[in-house]
């Protein structure tokens, strides 16, 4: 079993940037696929970036804005977001499940971190 602990969540203005971590123990991920996703007040969770082996997906909404990436040998997840908008506020959450393949719907990921809060406002 995988244990998820995200960090780096915070307040910014429009325009600025954070990078999220994503902090995993318990299995090596280096055999999961990882991913983001985000969850506004009073909407769904949604799908933001996920990444394979190396490969890397994106949602449009952040395409050119953020960046995934992992670091295996740190077990850890990162979430690089520029650019940061107003609609980009939301809970991020990050994901792991076994296996490769492009997945972005939640029920396709079997282990979840506890959430960070990022707030774009000026």
């Known amino acids: 079993q995988v244990q998820l602990v995200e960090s780096g969540g915070g307040r910014v203005e429009p325009g600025g940037s954070l990078r999220l971590s994503c902090a995993a123990s318990?299995?090596?991920?280096?055999?999961?696929?990882m991913a983001w996703f985000h969850q506004a007040p009073g909407k769904e969770r949604e799908f933001v970036a996920g990444?394979?082996?190396?490969?890397?997906y994106y949602a449009d909404s952040v395409k050119g804005r953020f960046t995934i990436s992992r670091d295996n040998a740190k077990n850890t997840l990162y979430l690089q977001m520029n650019s940061l908008k107003p609609e980009d506020t939301a809970v991020y959450y990050c994901?792991?499940?076994?296996?490769?393949?492009?997945?972005?719907?939640?029920?396709?990921?079997?282990?979840w971190g506890q959430g960070t809060q990022v707030t774009v406002s000026s």
């Open positions: 994901a792991a499940a076994l296996g490769m393949g492009y997945r972005r719907s939640p029920s396709e990921y079997a282990y």
């Open positions: 990444i394979g082996w190396s490969a890397t």
């Open positions: 318990g299995r090596a991920i280096s055999s999961y696929r």
